[in-house]
């Protein structure tokens, strides 16, 4: 059986995101089963055969989640796709408008924007208080040895690692 999962849809894309999302659509009828992650998303897959989707809501499996420390209070974790449509950058400015010394802010993942980001965080004099960490197969741990979880997407539903960060019981921007 051939099965496919719709990621990345929003309604705020630019015309990549949009095309994007209409060939999708045209893939989609290709496949035995089309599994979108709630009801609401069901619902935006007009003219996919309706007995080809199931939904299988969003979730995070608890059982994998470590027992939530306090973390460090002066270290605020950012855990996603570096893309556009997640607005890491908004993360890295803000870092700059906080005062307190010790502040920092690590990104853990990867994507088509790290290069722009890093320069970003080289321009505004922030080599120090901003670590890109890449993606890390202990990502959760990572999460874990931080208070604040930040996530400045204007897009987002419920992201994975918000759930991660919820159940680590982290404080969240």
Request: proline share 4%.
């Amino acid at each position: 059986k051939k099965i496919s999962t719709p990621h990345g849809w929003c309604s705020k894309g630019d015309l990549k995101l949009a095309f994007y999302e209409i060939l999708d659509k045209i893939f989609f009828n290709f496949f035995d089963r089309v599994v979108p992650l709630s009801d609401k998303m069901a619902l935006s897959l007009r003219g996919i055969n309706k007995n080809k989707i199931r939904v299988i809501n969003n979730f995070i499996d608890l059982g994998r989640i470590p027992s939530p420390r306090a973390g460090d209070p002066h270290l605020i974790t950012y855990m996603g796709r570096l893309v556009g449509l997640k607005r890491v950058e908004d993360a890295i400015k803000a870092i700059k408008l906080i005062k307190h010394e010790n502040v920092k802010l690590q990104i853990i993942g990867d994507g088509p924007e790290r290069e722009e980001l890093k320069s970003l965080t080289l321009r505004l004099g922030l080599k120090e208080k901003v670590v890109f960490l890449g993606h890390r197969e202990n990502s959760i741990e990572l999460l874990n040895d931080s208070q604040i979880f930040i996530l400045p997407s204007l897009t987002e539903g419920i992201s994975r690692s918000t759930m991660e960060a919820m159940a680590l019981k982290k404080i969240i921007i």
